[in-house]
């Protein structure tokens, strides 16, 4: 018998039926294996928590070693050390600024056991390395990084690589950062000693914790200690390895679950009883529920899916009746949901999106400048904010039309596409024929080698524009402002201050860049008045 030849109610009875036996069944047996998967479950939800303290331990490490680097690097004594040794090939005076770091320490000496620090040219060569701190590490990159490394291009190049890798003296940790910025010139390596973290792992799990290096040399013993005969107790192992599958550490956690296996024998009983009596319930309510609701005819329900497919008014009529065409119901709620959906996910795309020149809309900028600010303030890095203007374009409005206008718009925003194409960085209409470039992570150099960019990138596009004050064609005015997140500051500050120099740009007689000034940068030190919001 096929089943569009099956009555509902038969089906569902039938269903219903099958769910009883069977609820029975596992009501019984259930019992044996709860206490079983629970504690798998138990072992495998502990084993996460080390993976996660373990992962927050590297990261914490990461945190500090990167600061370390940029603090290293942004000294002068470094900067011109680096430079000596670039124009003449005499490391020393750099190796005497990376010997300082063992010698005088630095801040945040407490947070990690830095063993080393080199230096390495742009073929990652060994330019030098300081003389204080671990002895006997190979000449080189660690292969890993070096691999990492070698295979980059462009602006990735600029980006910090780090890993833990295996060293003759054990485990160690190595973060690679690029030397001079935009125009770099080599590559530093910190070299940190992880172990000297891995009580940070204890401290997070908040349970007995024993680390063991490669040849199962204790590492690290937690302070707790487990008490005798104080129940059973569940070890837990989670492997730490490194960037090339290494086992690095192997942590063993012990978790007393004497009170679990009575909380779960206690539980076991309470549902099993419990489990029965809603299986009776259940069934009880379900067969109430579909003779006083899923039984009405299937016409009624077919007139509403017409409505809802010609006016698009969908309103679901509980049945009460017979019927046999479940499978015609199913295949039209099935298409009406796709339809939806599909809808749905237009309308979510389009609301980010400005509906003139395709690209992103204001919505869209106001959330990634406070979700890019957040990560500037973690990261401590520099973020930049572009503010772009069409020069008189009130005039090529009313010379050629608001047509002419929107297609200027519409060649503009694409040619402005085409120069924002790092990843990270946003471009959006913020209004009118207003435009706002969003640089996560870069400097003020850096933006303005975009805005110049830009701005030759528009003048190429050679749109004619008649009744301009400051050229035949169509021209760019442009603000910018770089901030470096702390306290005081907030989003707000970098739009203003991107305006102010926007207006600056303007006041000075338009189709050029300007800078947000020393005196613009000092109003950081209150909040934004309400214009400059």
């Known amino acids: 018998m096929r089943i569009e030849q099956i009555s509902i109610k038969t089906l569902m009875v039938g269903i219903l039926l099958v769910i009883a ?21 138990q072992s495998k939800s502990l084993a996460r928590i080390i993976e996660i303290a373990s992962n927050e331990t590297i ?55 830095l063993v080393k620090l080199r230096v390495y040219g742009l073929d990652f060569k060994l330019l030098c390395e300081s003389q204080e701190g671990m002895a006997g590490l190979a000449p080189h990159l660690p292969s890993f990084l070096e691999a990492k490394a070698a295979g980059r291009q462009g602006v990735e190049r600029l980006k910090a690589l ?20 935009i125009r770099m010139v080599g590559y530093m390596e910190v070299i940190v000693n992880p172990s000297f973290n891995l009580a940070m ?52 956690g012990l978790e007393n679950v004497e009170q679990f296996n009575k909380d779960m024998h206690k539980t076991q009983t309470n549902i099993t009883i419990a489990f029965l009596v809603l299986t009776a319930l259940a069934l009880i309510l379900a067969l109430w529920a579909f003779t006083r609701f899923m039984f009405r005819p299937i016409n009624h329900m077919m007139n509403d899916i017409n409505h809802y497919a010609t006016d ?25 949901t796709k339809e939806i959906q599909s809808s749905i996910r237009e309308l979510e795309r389009l609301s980010w999106l400005d509906g003139l020149t395709g690209v992103a809309n204001r919505r ?64 959006a209409r913020y209004g009118g024929e207003e435009f706002a470039v ?54 707000y500050h970098l739009v203003a201050f991107a305006d102010e120099a926007l207006y600056q740009a303007k006041e000075a007689g338009r189709n050029q860049l300007k800078t947000a000034s020393p005196a613009d940068l000092a109003k950081a030190s209150r909040p934004p008045t309400q214009k400059e919001t």
Not at 21 to 41: K, M, P, Q, T
Request: some cysteine.
């Open 438 to 491: 969003l640089l996560p992570e870069t400097s003020s150099e850096g933006a303005a080698s975009v805005a110049t960019r830009i701005l030759d990138a528009v003048a190429a596009l050679n749109i004619h524009h008649p009744k301009s004050k400051v050229s035949g064609f169509v021209t760019l005015s442009i603000g910018l402002s770089t901030l470096l997140p702390d306290d005081e500051l907030n989003p």
């Open 21 to 41: 036996v069977l609820a029975s069944l596992l009501s019984l047996v259930a019992g044996a294996y709860v206490r079983e998967s629970a504690l798998a479950a």
């Open 312 to 336: 698009g008014n969908l309103v679901v009529t509980p049945i009460k009746g017979n019927t046999k065409e479940f499978h015609a119901l199913s295949g039209a709620f099935a298409n009406m």
């Open 201 to 252: 792992i204890a401290s997070l799990t908040k349970m007995p914790l024993n680390i063991y290096s490669l040849n199962d040399k204790l590492v690290y013993q937690s302070t707790q200690e487990t008490k005798s005969g104080e129940g059973m107790q569940l070890p837990v192992e989670y492997l730490l390895k490194t960037d090339n599958g290494k086992t690095a550490y192997r942590l063993v």
């Open 59 to 113: 990261h914490h490490i990461q945190k500090e070693t990167t600061s370390f680097g940029a603090a290293f690097q942004s000294r002068e004594p470094v900067r011109n050390a680096l430079s000596k040794l670039l124009e003449t090939g005499n490391p020393e005076k750099l190796v005497a600024q990376l010997d300082e770091s063992f010698q005088k320490g630095f801040a945040g000496a407490a947070q990690i056991d």
């Open 162 to 181: 780090d890993g833990i890798w295996i060293s003759p003296s054990g485990p160690l940790y190595s973060l690679l950062t690029p030397l001079g910025g």
């Open 364 to 427: 869209s900028l106001d959330t990634a400048l406070n979700r890019e600010w957040q990560r500037a303030q973690r990261s401590k890095s520099e973020i930049s904010l572009l503010m772009i203007d069409i020069d008189f374009f009130k005039l090529y409005n009313d010379h050629f039309g608001h047509q002419a206008g929107d297609d200027c718009l519409k060649m503009v925003a694409a040619r402005i596409a085409q120069v924002v194409e790092r990843p990270g960085d946003l471009l």
